[in-house]
């Protein structure tokens, strides 16, 4: 049974003016993507900038939001490293924290090979007895997890049930179902491709514009499990030029950004990020204003 179906939300992380993490605006989130019918919670991955948090705020955050889900929906850590006993410990004290699952990155920098990746990925998901998605983000690693591989992985690793696959090469996708028969669970790591993935039989989407929209954002899943295929599809094209503009910078960038044209706070991004530039602040707020969120 997959860890969630639907629209998981790779989670914000708000932060105080000094920097500081803001539980009390983080706990706030949570309840709005609940509220707004999200089906899980990403925590600490790339949108929650855990690559500038301290291994303690990393778990402490991912605690955080495990108690004010209180099991209502699966709460998932992000708990990569390009270091493999690092992901060991992320992963074994976010499995203590309650965390229903864990996202695991291949690791960056470094550049594994694929028998590299295998070693890792079967290290990590052998350290716990929670269920692993693999994220597979070549543009931000460097390294790209082969069909093959995460295939191997399947069949090899009791509690490796996932891929959270963010190439962008549908074609990839669409090997990796075949070699697997459809068994891995197959998550958009783009909000650009969700309805493509889901009909190669994906589970779902790990969503960046779920922090702004949760609600259409379920609903595109949604009315595609429901066999309204044409509804979804309708959805989907029209929230492409919204998505378009939270990526025309690095994420978190423009979705922090977001928060703050709809005058809800996020806090400020923690450096190397900084602030969205006015021109491009300027293509989100439109794309906003077309898409109804302000």
């Known amino acids: 049974m997959a860890i969630f179906e639907g629209a998981g939300v790779a989670l914000i992380t708000p932060f105080q003016e000094n920097g500081a993490i803001d539980y009390n605006r983080l706990e706030e989130l949570?309840?709005?993507?609940?509220?707004?019918?999200?089906?899980?919670?990403?925590?600490?991955?790339?949108?929650?900038?855990?690559?500038?948090?301290?291994?303690?705020?990393?778990?402490?955050?991912?605690?955080?939001?495990?108690?004010?889900?209180?099991?209502?929906?699966?709460?998932?850590?992000?708990?990569?490293?390009?270091?493999?006993?690092?992901?060991?410990?992320?992963?074994?004290?976010?499995?203590?924290?309650?965390?229903?699952?864990?996202?695991?990155?291949?690791?960056?920098?470094?550049?594994?090979?694929?028998?590299?990746?295998?070693a890792h990925f079967?290290?990590?998901?052998?350290?716990?007895?929670?269920?692993?998605?693999?994220?597979?983000?070549?543009?931000?690693?460097?390294?790209?997890?082969?069909?093959?591989?995460?295939?191997?992985?399947?069949?090899?690793?009791?509690?490796?049930?996932?891929?959270?696959?963010?190439?962008?090469?549908?074609s990839e996708a669409a090997e990796l179902m075949s070699l697997t028969n459809g068994k891995i669970d197959l998550y958009s790591g783009n909000d650009d491709q969700t309805v493509p993935l889901l009909s190669l039989g994906g589970k779902g989407v790990i969503s960046v514009l779920s922090n702004i929209a949760p609600a259409q954002t379920h609903r595109i899943c949604q009315e595609f499990f429901d066999g309204n295929v044409k509804e979804s599809c309708r959805l989907q094209l029209q929230a492409i030029p919204l998505i378009k503009a939270l990526f025309c910078e690095v994420n978190p960038i423009p979705v922090k950004a977001a928060f703050k044209l709809m005058g809800k706070s996020a806090g400020p991004l923690r450096m190397p990020l900084t602030e969205m530039e006015p021109e491009n602040q300027e293509i989100l707020k439109a794309a906003m204003k077309e898409y109804g969120l302000i």
């Open 122 to 170: 079967t290290a990590v998901a052998n350290s716990v007895k929670i269920p692993m998605i693999v994220y597979n983000i070549p543009s931000r690693t460097g390294v790209n997890i082969k069909p093959a591989t995460l295939a191997a992985m399947l069949t090899q690793v009791e509690n490796i049930v996932g891929v959270k696959e963010a190439t962008g090469n549908i």
């Open 30 to 118: 949570v309840e709005e993507q609940i509220a707004g019918g999200t089906d899980a919670i990403v925590a600490c991955g790339t949108t929650g900038e855990a690559s500038t948090m301290t291994h303690e705020e990393h778990l402490d955050v991912i605690s955080y939001i495990c108690q004010v889900a209180k099991k209502r929906i699966p709460v998932i850590a992000g708990t990569g490293s390009n270091c493999t006993e690092t992901a060991v410990y992320l992963s074994q004290e976010a499995e203590k924290r309650g965390a229903d699952g864990i996202l695991v990155v291949s690791p960056y920098y470094n550049k594994a090979t694929q028998k590299g990746l295998i």
